[in-house]
């Protein structure tokens, strides 16, 4: 009797705060999940909330900072989840510190933020700390944002709204990025090929790790952290691929020549109601191979103490040392 008066209770007041007490959740592939219409705007509306399978593509701290307090949303982290087999797509899971629809009361504070990071950056079972290649299931609640539907809480910090990530198995492995050349994303014209069916175009490997193949970067001069460089196949055709804030665009120089691009096909379309642009490659990091711009997950060599991987300890290893002395990543340490 006392537990159906406190269930009654709590439906009562999630109903006032506006939340559906017995909200409807069904497991979706991802090609279900980032369906589009003729505008490419999103059409998913079935359930409430979602659950998908897939493997994790980033790491979330080279793709936006995560630190409390950074930039307009305050710290932000983001991770992709791509479809295995058939389901060829991929998904955006977001959070963001700061919300504030109303009053600052919807914001994370810096503390509370930091407790989310720990959640969603560990297996709830076994305190794993996820990494790309990783094989995870995700729920939670979903929003479209400027092209695709993204998972997320929906720009509410109520624990009734927190999505989770639970490990299905470990170190899988990435998917293998699929090639890429430019005269299948652009046309003639060097518009973006928009294909509402998701067969083809930027729509059919969004959310996927691509491989932009034979292309130079046309702007150099825009190398850096979070910016946006421009590369072109020869034939009058361009694509923008963004730079995450992986360390390795500050250490390494623009690679120069005919080169290869492998990053996660992403969208940010300068409107919500007709999304046909904004298709983007995002490259989360860089290891300064000056062949392929990305970035391999790996070091070669194996002396302790090669911080920057150049395969010899020396003073700029110490360098290293000494410019992130008692630094941490934020979600992962106290």
């Known amino acids: 009797m006392r537990a159906a008066m406190i269930f009654s209770l709590l439906a009562c007041l999630f109903s006032t705060l506006g939340y559906a007490a017995d909200a409807t959740i069904a497991e979706v592939t991802h090609r279900q999940l980032q369906a589009v219409n003729a505008n490419g705007v999103g059409t998913y509306s079935a359930t409430d909330k979602v659950m998908f399978e897939g493997i994790v593509l980033n790491s979330p701290e080279e793709m936006l900072n995560p630190a409390p307090g950074a930039g307009y949303m305050g710290g932000q982290w983001q991770v992709y989840i791509q479809g295995e087999g058939d389901d060829h797509a991929g998904t955006a899971v977001w959070l963001g510190q700061y919300y504030s629809k109303v009053t600052s009361s919807d914001d994370y504070t810096d503390a509370e933020l930091q407790d989310e990071l720990r959640r969603i950056n560990t297996d709830p079972n076994t305190g794993y700390v996820f990494t790309p290649g990783d094989r995870v299931r995700v729920t939670g609640w979903y929003k479209f944002y400027k092209g695709k539907i993204n998972c997320n809480e929906q720009h509410d910090k109520n624990p009734f709204k927190d999505f989770t990530i639970e490990l299905v198995k470990p170190a899988v492995g990435l998917p293998v990025a699929q090639a890429v050349t430019l ?7 060097n518009q ?11 729509e059919y490997h969004q959310g996927c790790l691509v491989r932009l193949e034979n292309v130079t970067i046309a702007d150099p001069e825009n190398w850096g952290p979070n910016k946006t460089v421009t590369v072109a196949d020869g034939q009058g055709r361009t694509f923008p691929v963004l730079l995450g804030i992986g360390d390795g665009f500050s250490r390494y120089a623009c690679p120069t020549g005919l080169i290869d691009v492998i990053g996660i096909m992403d969208q940010e379309s300068t409107s919500y109601n007709v999304c046909k642009d904004g298709y983007r490659v ?17 070091k070669r060599g194996n002396l302790p103490g090669d911080i920057n991987g150049d395969f010899k300890v020396d003073i700029m290893d110490f360098a290293e040392l000494a410019g992130n002395w008692m630094k941490c990543t934020p979600g992962l340490c106290n």
């Open 183 to 189: 005269d299948q994303l652009k046309d003639q014209g």
């Open 192 to 202: 973006f090929i928009f294909d509402a069916a998701r067969l083809t175009g930027p």
């Open 282 to 298: 995002w490259v989360t990091n860089y290891d300064g191979n000056g062949l392929v711009l990305t970035h391999r997950g790996y």
